[in-house]
């Protein structure tokens, strides 16, 4: 659990950056430069040097830590709906300060909002308990992990959803291939549109992948909305065309407005 004085410090940079929400760093809100392999850095936010694959155009380097909070408020606020729609959830998670254009908060957002939905859509589960592991596995994969692992986050979130509904360990004969069959079929469907990375973007595709893989496999089923993205006009890298979330793409529908 990060230490109380420690989060509100969180809090008050994500605050303070809520430009920064728009262009990336979440200390000034400049690009990020990426590195070719780690450096070694100090975090703006804890003050500890730790491995980062990249920083901003002024040098400020958050860790993941850091730049993930601490995840309570979005599982509280995920323990307390009744929503089912799991892209309704999600972008009520990207109205919390703590949620960022991108970011390995991601990780984790995917496998908690998919918990969440499968829970209100029938699926029985502890959800207090799988929300807290789900979240501290999502944890473990570093930002960045698209373009250095080769794994996308929101693919491999999706997996670690997959896993803790079919109870899989890495000693489990049938259950062990439920979230690597999950996770194949989000890698399949995210790298056909090709980068770059969009956390948004790479996290919807995901939800729509893994809400027909719980119909299919778990017998649930999870309804899923197709709103076109809110968050491209802030997106650099937009792919926009490409993306069958982009407002003049294929969506259709109204826009909302999400920030």
């Known amino acids: 659990m990060i230490p109380l004085e420690k989060n509100k410090r969180i809090l008050r940079v994500s605050a303070k950056a809520a430009e920064g929400q728009k262009d990336n760093c979440a200390i000034c809100g400049k690009p990020l430069v990426y590195f070719a392999r780690e450096k070694e850095l100090e975090c703006a936010v804890c003050r500890q040097t730790k491995p980062a694959g990249c920083a901003c155009e002024d040098?400020?380097?958050?860790?993941?830590?850091?730049?993930?909070?601490?995840?309570?408020?979005?599982?509280?606020?995920?323990?307390?709906?009744?929503?089912?729609?799991?892209?309704?959830?999600?972008?009520?998670?990207?109205?919390?300060?703590?949620?960022?254009?991108?970011?390995?908060?991601?990780?984790?957002?995917?496998?908690?909002?998919?918990?969440?939905?499968?829970?209100?859509?029938?699926?029985?589960?502890?959800?207090?308990?799988?929300?807290?592991?789900?979240?501290?596995?999502?944890?473990?994969?570093?930002?960045?992990?698209?373009?250095?692992?080769g794994v996308c986050g929101a693919a491999a979130g999706a997996g670690i959803f997959a896993s803790l509904v079919s109870g899989a360990t890495p000693l489990t004969p049938e259950a062990w291939a439920a979230p690597q069959r999950l996770t194949a079929t989000c890698l399949e469907a995210i790298a056909s549109i090709g980068g770059p990375r969009c956390c948004k973007r790479t996290s919807r595709i995901a939800l729509e992948q893994a809400a027909a893989f719980s119909e299919r496999e778990f017998g649930v089923r999870i309804p899923v909305s197709r709103p076109p993205c809110a968050h491209w006009p802030w997106n650099t890298e937009c792919i926009r065309g490409r993306c069958p979330f982009w407002p003049g793409g294929k969506t259709g529908g109204e826009q909302e407005d999400f920030h």
């Open 59 to 149: 040098g400020h380097f958050v860790c993941d830590t850091c730049h993930s909070g601490g995840g309570a408020a979005i599982r509280r606020l995920l323990q307390e709906s009744a929503e089912q729609d799991p892209v309704v959830l999600l972008n009520q998670m990207y109205r919390l300060p703590e949620v960022h254009l991108h970011g390995p908060e991601h990780h984790s957002i995917v496998p908690c909002v998919l918990l969440a939905a499968y829970r209100n859509c029938g699926g029985e589960i502890d959800l207090v308990k799988a929300l807290e592991e789900a979240w501290k596995r999502g944890q473990k994969l570093p930002g960045g992990a698209c373009g250095y692992l």
